[in-house]
Every structure is written in C-alpha cells, then in structure tokens.
C-alpha cells in the first residue's frame, strides 16, 4: 500500500527516526535517546512527568479531568551489527535498531504532537510512555512502579510487523504474544579419557538425554489447543575429541500463551532434569529464569482498536498469536488495554542484521495513535 505523507509533520518525523536510529543505544543506557525525546517533547511545549526513571521518560496532554488513556513506545536497541544498506545506518558499532523501537518512538511523538495539537478539545488525558529496556524484559515493570499508570483507563502499544502490509493494523482479543522463558542447565559429571568411559560420568550423554526428553514436554505435557515451544539453543562441553568432559551446560527458552501452561511445563521441565540427575548419579542444576508473560488483549479495546484503524483508512487483520515476547504484558496485569501490530511488508524479519523499516507508515501510524487515544477518551463504554 503506497501512503502519501505531507511534509508538515511527515517530513520533520521521518527525519527523527533516521536520528534515534543513527544513534541506537541499548536497555537502561537510553540517556541520548531519552534527550532527544525530550529535545522534541519541550520543542512542541508538552510536557513531562517528574518519574523516577534512570532512563525513558512519560508526556501527558490533555486536561486533568476526565479519563486518562495510555500509549506506550519502547525505545531501546539490540546489540546486532547493522547490515541494513540504509543512508543513516547506526553510527554505534555493534548497536542496531533491528526491532523497530526507533519507529516506535517517533510513531509515538507523531501522535503527542498531533495531540498537542487539539490539546484545548481532548475530553481528558493522554499519557506517553517512552519506556526503556523493553529488550531485558526489565523496562515495564519499572515503568509501573514509577506511577506512571496511575488513574489510568486502559493502555495501548504497537509493534511493527515486517510479514504483515504495509497499511494493515493487525490485533485480536486474546493472547496475542507468548510468556517468554529462559532456562539454564548446568551438569557436573566425572571425566576421563574417552576409551575409558566407565571411570567417568559422562555429562555429555546426561545433555543429551535431557534435549531429548525436553521434546515430550510440549508433546505430553500441554494440551494440543495451547500452543507452546521449547528450544534448546546452547550447548558447551568438552575441548578436545579423546576427553571425556566433567561438565556440560545448555541453555534455551520455552514460550507459552497460557499461564496455566507455563506453571505445567516449568514444574515438567524440573521434574524431568531433576529425575534425569538421579538417574546418572551427576549433579544438574536447573535454573528457570521468568520472562514477561503472555501479551493477553483485552476483547473491548482490541476490538475498539481495529475499529479505529478502518475508521483512520488502514486495513484491520485479526492475526494469529505468535510465540514473539513483549514486556507490554506487564502493563495488562495493571489495566486492560490492547496491543497492535503495524504492517510495514518488508522483507527483513525482526532482529535480523539487515532489518529495515518503510518510512511510508509512519506518519499513518501516529495519525493512528493519536485518533486512539482520542476516541477512547470519548468512548462510553467500559472494558468487560
């Protein structure tokens, strides 16, 4: 879809991008980025909440009464080498913007400016959360504890999708992400010399046992209608081929979309390692390291979402779930609210070295943010 962008704000926004995603900087080290959102925010008079925030930073526009609706941007990068070919590619050795986040950021100043705008007629409030260490899992939750969510109605975010169009607002109600979990596997076996392995307690076999019987996790632990993942990523042993290794760790993660899963497959995942351990006579130790949980829309909004992106003239989709993370989910435990995915039909998928965005959908997009906001402040209905 071929989107025209005038050059009042059009231009000036494209512009801003290209500026955080020359200068990217990763989770809870956003000082620049978070000037340069500042720079903007006072540039247009809007202003910032006094938050306890190391990095990242809150606007609000609007009066003091009446509802108050959230938006939320992310806006730190991933430590990739940037391969992208574009003209202002990241200035930073081995710091890329290959998730998006710069676009999210200025989608979202798009929209605070555009808010601004119409300041005098907003029937209540809108709050901007520019949040750092999305990427750690760690951004929200401190997000949350600064008060930034107070008094608040409900909460939307967005997430560019390079698989869906560019003009299409993709969301359902339900789960929409996974919970995103990471586990650690330490083995402590016996070595020895590899013609001799019965003088030792051979931790390689023990990994191996336990990648393999990893896969029936999924298979005869969680119910065929939840979708769930488990991959072992890391593997490392040994050093040389006639030595038999006295330790082996793994490493991997597991994805869910149900909580009731999730908590099946950790105590699964234990049981097995831990009967695995006695088995062999080895010392395994089994760390489980809980990322954000699953991203679960609420119906009311995510429904009210994709109204609002047919009434802005982009394309509504009802998408699959995908086993993607985002720490948006820890906004959802507070209040209810909807996250989106705007198409952008590249052909880089996220986090990939040569990941590009299509400037086309950006102002598009903080148009539809800000008419979000706007019709659920003026919207009668609650969520359910």
């Not at 003091?64 to 391969?83: F, K, M």
């Not at 969301?171 to 010399?193: K, M, N, Q, Y």
């Amino acid at each position: 879809m071929s989107i025209t962008i005038p050059s009042t704000l059009g231009e000036p926004l494209i512009a801003f991008r290209h500026e955080l995603h020359q200068f990217p900087e990763l989770s809870n080290q956003e000082f620049e980025t978070t000037r340069r959102l500042r720079d903007q925010l006072e540039q247009h008079q809007i202003r910032i909440l006094d938050l306890p925030l190391k990095t990242g930073l809150v606007a609000e526009i609007g009066a003091s009464a009446g509802p108050l609706i959230v938006l939320r941007a992310d806006i730190d990068a991933l430590p990739i080498e940037e391969q992208s070919g574009v003209s202002f590619r990241s200035q930073r050795p081995g710091v890329m913007h290959a998730c998006g986040h710069d676009f999210h950021s200025a989608a979202a100043m798009g929209a605070a400016i555009l808010l601004k705008q119409q300041e005098a007629n907003l029937p209540g409030r809108v709050r901007i959360l520019f949040q750092a260490a999305e990427e750690t899992g760690q951004g929200a939750p401190e997000v949350i504890a600064s008060g930034a969510l107070t008094d608040a109605l409900a909460i939307f975010g967005i997430h560019n999708d390079p698989s869906l169009p560019a003009g299409v607002i993709g969301s359902r109600a339900g789960p929409l992400t996974a919970a995103v979990d990471r586990f650690e596997i330490a083995i402590t076996g016996i070595g020895s010399h590899a013609a001799k392995p019965d003088q030792g307690n051979d931790p390689i076999v023990i990994a191996a046992q336990i990648v393999s019987a990893a896969q029936t996790l999924i298979s005869r632990n969680a119910p065929s209608a939840d979708n769930a993942v488990v991959s072992v990523t890391q593997i490392h042993s040994g050093s040389t081929w006639n030595v038999i290794p006295d330790s082996a760790w793994l490493e991997g993660t597991v994805r869910s979309f149900s909580s009731s899963t999730r908590q099946r497959l950790e105590q699964r995942f234990r049981a097995i390692v831990a009967g695995i351990a006695s088995a062999f006579d080895a010392q395994v130790s089994f760390t489980w390291h809980a990322g954000p949980p699953s991203v679960v829309n609420n119906a009311h909004w995510a429904d009210f979402a994709l109204q609002q992106a047919e009434s802005s003239g982009l394309e509504a989709r009802v998408v699959e779930a995908s086993p993607i993370g985002e720490d948006f989910a820890f906004y959802q435990q507070q209040l209810p609210g909807a996250f989106m995915m705007v198409g952008t039909g590249e052909p880089y998928a996220l986090h990939h070295p040569a990941f590009r965005i299509n400037d086309e959908v950006l102002l598009p997009t903080a148009r539809y943010l800000a008419g979000l906001a706007r019709a659920a402040l003026l919207s009668p209905e609650q969520p359910q």
